[in-house]
């Protein structure tokens, strides 16, 4: 292959076999001239041949340096070649070898001119250039740029071309041999390289006038590879060392070409291939040692240590609810109390339980407790269900708690402990979303006008954000917490009520006419800079339903006494979109909105409410349901508008219309607007129009809206059983609750409200305010268990409740009372009188009315509303009495009723005596356990059933039932039975 060592071999023969041939013709003592001329001759052209060999290029090279190790990875090579002016050879491809000490070739790679691989060479890569000059006139076949096709020679130098004065120039060949990459030990080395020259087919070789040596060595090569082997080599997608949840890549060779092999002293992790198996929840993490051993043929081995350590797999969401629920005990909420049967004060109802579960709470009384833990103590001890829903993912439970709130006989301490009942969250919050997303004004109220002598100071953490009145004031950078205390003081009886606000930072006016707002935007301002620009805000249904966004004009309010107003410039468009329907709402250009001076601003856009969480309004003889439920405005704020504006609820053709100010109770609208534009719409009221699409609202107030349906209940035919009650209460058997909300325009102007239920004692109510108010709502309900029972004959108990209405002044409440109750218990028509409990029973001024075939009528004056009682006068209740115990109670009234059932003798009909009655419930105790049998035999069939399922299934269904239980056990790594439920699939397919 190599050219060069052949001809000079040959040469030099030649010229030693001239010599030879000298010498002979000396030893035999021939002495021609003409012999010697010749012999001399062919010498000394062998030896001109020898030395004219090299002269047609000249060759050198050099590395960059003499001596490399590890840390160079690579040796760089250079060639230089100078082209003779006078000498022309046709050059074809170079050689680049590479020799070691002892002359072993350990690298030879073959490239032509321009660089590419002719021979397969890895780990050596080439670079060459050109600088070719004419020196003279060139012919059709020359070329400046193209040093193969350099003339016609011959081979030695002495080639004839088409021009005397020929070429000179320079081929520059620049070589990189990864040494790494080879896997070389320390050694000395060389390289040489070889051009090849072909002319008429017959190869000529050129060599370079020297050999080019340097040096590799690795004795540091083990020593290098350990301080390059680092935790993120074999990490692979784990955070950490100290953090292994996967498998790690426990690399096999090192970056210098080193064998790497691993030990471990735990079967967390594997060695061989770095497959990690995490403890089970609960065992906790393991700390695994690694060793991982450095080698390489002809070097010392080393190795190097890693400490891992694998965390314990993660609770299911499951376990963590079933774990925090075991955790949240009574002493972890019960704050300052002791004993859960003695509960005094404020409960520490947290919401958040352990392995990052999440608690939520709920209260059979929120006047006693509170869902946030407030405590309110009664009269008498009440036992309270607290219910905790713990809940963490998909997964959640609950606990209860059963609290017994003791009571208490001191009126200082009932009235602070009333007054912090109502004290609610709702209406601190003055409209702002929730504690946690903050944006304006609070309200801070100083007093009550139930509790008219209990005070309320209040007391901030941090009173540059929010003062001790409730305002507002936010930071431009950074959300901030604030804790809040409510004391509530009468006379020398002291309890407090905190609060803890999130306090957002403000967020800057989009100036756009339509502004689309995302997850997470929960505010949108309006001020000087987009009043005059924005006209429509919508919600899409990517953001979540129940997620509230509000309108923010705080900027922009006047204000005029005790009103606060703002006017809009353009037409204000708020839409709300859902996965099922579209609410929008439209509110006039020009319109002004109104509200009192509590009023911070804050406008809710249209937000959908739970329609579970609702109540329709009761209509007689039918029933109803709530379709879907909108809040806009605020809650517990009262704004109004000096136009009327439009509520669309899409696709709600066919439905009633109602709404609510407060609480879950709905109203109906009665009001139908003559047209689709809200033609019609009373004064400061409402009216609903169905254009048979969509369900139309018109108003002038923001609050609660819903589509409702009435459906009408069929007549059945019943018999009616007459039961005797008892003398002392009157509990009926339904308990009526009727809702009125109605408007009060002036102050000092009585307004009546007329109950329609046949069924509530009450009939008709007339109340004045001292101030305004808006959209005052009434509740009365039957109740069967008073806070204290009135010692004497009691016709019935109610409660009347009133919200939005704070300063009233008198109270005129109109009832009836059934005139055979009065007949049966030998009471006088003048002798009646309406009670009223605060810290006892009194009683109220009560005139008789009137009376008709059914019923006497009477009207009562009352300062306030609470629980009411209908009983004989004269009661004395000024010394607290025990309550009578349910069970005594009962006793008694078996024993003092005058209606006494009738002996049964033999002839009376089975059905109607007790004994058979008893037979009947015992009867209907074999029908049970009958049922339940049949259940477990069914369960016991499919169960134990070829693969279980129920033996009339169909071939299809029990063969998909099977795969399904094939699939699970397969899914779960029990190969075994998924087998055999393959099994049995394929046998039900033959």
Not at 19 to 30: H, P, Q, R, S, T
Not at 255 to 265: A, H, L, P
Not at 346 to 368: K, V
Not at 632 to 658: H, W
């Amino acid at each position: 292959m190599f050219f060069k060592k052949v001809y000079k071999e040959k040469l030099v023969l030649c010229i030693l076999d001239g010599l030879e041939a000298v010498n002979m013709l000396k030893k035999f003592k021939i002495k021609s001239t003409k012999t010697y001329s010749v012999l001399i001759t062919l010498l000394v052209l062998g030896i001109v041949l020898l030395s004219s060999f090299g002269t047609a290029l000249t060759i050198s090279g050099q590395a960059d340096k003499s001596t490399y190790n590890i840390e160079d990875a690579s040796v760089q090579l250079s060639f230089s070649v100078d082209i003779q002016t006078d000498e022309r050879v046709p050059l074809q491809n170079f050689t680049i070898d590479i020799f070691n000490s002892t002359d072993d070739l350990v690298k030879s790679c073959t490239f032509d001119m321009d660089g590419t691989n002719l021979t397969s060479c890895d780990y050596l890569t080439i670079q060459t250039s050109t600088n070719i000059e004419d020196e003279g006139n060139l012919s059709a076949n020359g070329s400046t740029n193209d040093p193969v096709d350099f003339g016609y020679g011959y081979g030695y130098g002495y080639g004839y071309g088409f021009s005397d004065e020929g070429y000179t120039g320079e081929i520059n060949v620049s070589a990189t041999w990864n040494f790494t990459g080879e896997g070389v030990n320390s050694d000395n080395y060389s390289a040489e390289i070889y051009f090849l020259a072909e002319n008429g087919g017959t190869p000529y070789t050129f060599e370079q006038s020297n050999d080019i040596d340097f040096q590799i060595d690795l004795s540091d090569y083990i020593a290098l590879e350990k301080s390059g082997l680092t935790n993120s080599d074999i990490l692979k997608a784990n955070s950490a060392i100290s953090n292994i949840t996967t498998n790690l890549d426990l690399i096999q060779v090192g970056t210098y070409g080193t064998s790497i092999t691993w030990t471990s002293n735990n079967s967390a992790i594997r060695a061989i291939d770095g497959k990690v198996t995490r403890p089970t929840y609960g065992q906790g993490n393991v700390s695994v040692l690694l060793n991982a051993t450095i080698s390489k043929s002809g070097y010392t081995s080393d190795y190097k240590t890693f400490i891992a350590t694998v965390v314990e797999e993660t609770q299911t969401d499951a376990a963590a609810v079933t774990s925090a629920k075991t955790n949240l005990i009574f002493g972890v909420i019960k704050a300052e109390n002791t004993l859960q049967a003695n509960v005094s004060t404020d409960l520490d109802l947290i919401t958040q339980g352990t392995d990052g579960t999440t608690i939520s709470w709920t209260s059979s009384n929120e006047n006693i407790i509170t869902k946030q833990g407030s405590v309110s103590r009664q009269s008498t001890n009440k036992d309270i269900t607290l219910t905790a829903t713990i809940s963490k993912g998909a997964s959640s439970t609950t606990k209860p708690f059963i609290i017994t709130v003791y009571g208490t006989l001191d009126a200082d301490t009932l009235s602070v402990n009333g007054a912090k009942s109502q004290l609610n969250l709702s209406r601190i919050l003055n409209g702002n979303i929730d504690k946690e997303n903050i944006r304006a004004r609070l309200y801070f109220r100083e007093n009550f006008t139930n509790y008219p002598n209990v005070t309320i100071v209040w007391n901030s953490s941090n009173t540059a954000v929010i003062n001790n009145t409730g305002f507002v004031t936010r930071s431009n950078s950074q959300d901030v917490t604030v804790q809040v205390n409510a004391t509530l003081n009468k006379n020398s009886t002291t309890t407090i009520k905190q609060f803890t606000f999130i306090v957002k930072k403000k967020v800057a006016p989009i100036v756009q006419q339509q502004i689309t707002t995302t997850s997470g935007q929960t505010e949108v301002v309006v001020d000087l800079t987009n009043g005059a620009t924005v006209q429509n805000i919508d919600v899409p249904s990517t953001v979540d339903d129940d997620e509230a966004v509000v309108l923010n004009f705080e900027a922009v309010i006047n204000t005029s006494g005790n009103q606060k107003t703002t006017t809009l410039v353009n037409q204000l468009n708020m839409s709300r979109k859902t996965t099922t329907a579209n609410y929008s709402v439209s509110i006039p250009a020009g319109t002004q909105v109104q509200g009192d001076s509590s009023w911070n601003g804050l406008v809710q856009l249209p937000t959908v409410i739970n329609s579970a969480e609702m109540t329709a309004p009761s209509v007689s003889g039918k029933t109803t349901s709530v379709d879907s439920v909108i809040e806009v405005g605020l809650s517990g704020i009262r704004l109004n508008f000096t136009q009327p504006i439009k509520i669309l609820l899409e696709g709600m053709t066919g439905k009633n219309a109602a709404f609510s100010i407060d609480g879950t109770q709905l109203s109906k609208i009665t009001t139908q607007c003559t047209n689709a534009a809200g033609a019609g719409i009373p004064a400061a009221g409402e009216c609903y129009y169905d254009d048979g699409t969509d369900l139309i609202i018109w108003t002038y107030h923001f609050t609660k809206f819903s589509a409702y349906t009435e459906t009408t209940v069929e007549e059945t035919s019943s018999t009616s059983t007459t039961t005797s009650t008892s003398i002392g209460s009157v509990t009926p058997t339904n308990i009526v609750r009727e809702m009125q909300t109605f408007l009060i325009v002036s102050a000092n102007t009585p307004t009546t409200i007329t109950w329609t239920d046949e069924n509530l004692v009450l009939t008709k109510m007339v109340v004045t305010s001292s101030k305004p108010e808006n959209y005052a709502k009434f509740t009365s309900m039957h109740i069967e268990e008073p806070t204290k029972k009135l010692q004497g004959t009691v016709y019935q108990y109610l409660t009347i409740t009133a919200q939005n209405f704070e300063s009233i002044t008198n109270a005129k409440i109109d009832f009836k009372i059934s005139k055979t109750w009065m007949t049966e218990n030998k009471i006088k028509q003048t002798d009646i009188a309406l009670y009223r409990y605060t810290n006892q029973w009194d009683e109220l001024q009560t005139t008789l009315l009137s009376d008709d075939t059914n019923y006497y009528y009477y009207e009562a004056n009352s300062p306030g509303f609470s629980e009411f009682a209908i009983a004989t006068k004269g009661i004395d209740n000024t010394q607290e009495k025990e309550l009578i115990d349910e069970k005594t109670q009962e006793k008694e009234t078996n024993t003092t009723t005058t209606d006494v059932a009738p002996i049964v003798d033999d002839s009376t009909p089975k059905e109607t005596s007790p004994n058979n009655t008893q037979e009947q419930e015992n009867k209907g105790d074999y029908t049970t356990t009958i049922f339940v049998i049949i259940v477990i035999l069914l369960l016991l069939i499919y169960t134990f059933h070829d693969g279980g399922g129920m033996p009339w299934e169909t071939k299809e269904t029990k063969i998909k039932r099977l795969h399904k239980k094939a699939l699970k056990h397969h899914e779960k790594g029990n190969s075994q039975k998924a087998k055999k439920y393959y099994a049995k699939a394929n046998k039900l397919k033959k």
